[in-house]
């Protein structure tokens, strides 16, 4: 499946879930960075590439990991960045689209809520580590999932960290089941329009405070979250996944929670 285009590259990967602005990071705010999901190992993004460097990267300790990886390959001139995957391949060797490269691990730079993935940059390769200054990323806005109806959801798993939501009620489709509206909100303090500068969610009008050169529109997320009438830390809602993540209140798998945006 494309879902983005990098110059005249296009990333490819499998039907899972992906991201490009429900991180904190500042690459994804830039517009310049992608979070794939993959179901247990990563997956070369592109037709081909060559592994020329791998790194042991200290992090913080968001959650009790004190490292990570940094891998490099060179890709039709450019360099492209991963992070949060163990390698199993080694350097001087060539990766094609859909190989293995590594093993998706837990990083010091997640939140505690934050699921394993692959974290892909295309760079040039004089400017390979930085977070800032990467090529921009022009994601592939498609109509992917069912879009929620109303404000009421089903819990329909809980873990540790979060919950999984489904909507009760959809209509129409779009690249999450927010519509064209991505990110997490409010916890990441920022949200994404694919499709423009203005979106409705939940009765409420987003409006972008800056439109990035890809032409996705980026606002503030200066609102609280409520489930069921307390305030949750926030939802995280993704491209190519059904489900809506609640980060806080204590409900049980079956039960309904609507969600209301203040």
Known sequence: MKIARIND???EIPNVRYSFFDTPYVPHKLGTAVDVYFEEKALFPFEEGRLVEIRRIRTPRYIPVSDDYLLIFEVSGFCLK??????ELKIGEKAFLGDEIGSLRLSGFFSPWSDKHAHFELRRCEDRYRARGGLTIFPEVRALLPVVEGKEFEVVEKTTRYL??????TKGKGMTPFGNIEGGLPHYRY???FNGGKAELFGKTLEASEVLSNGVGIFKAS???FANGSRVKG???YCNERRVKLIGGDFEVGEVVEIRIV
């Not at 991963?82 to 390698?87: N, R, S």
């Not at 999984?164 to 009620?169: D, E, Q, S």
């Open 82 to 87: 991963v992070l949060h995957v163990e390698p």
């Open 223 to 225: 609102f609280e979250v």
């Open 191 to 193: 949200g994404a329009i």
């Open 164 to 169: 999984w939501l489904r909507p009760l009620k």
């Open 235 to 237: 939802v995280g809602v």
């Open 9 to 11: 590259l296009w990333l």
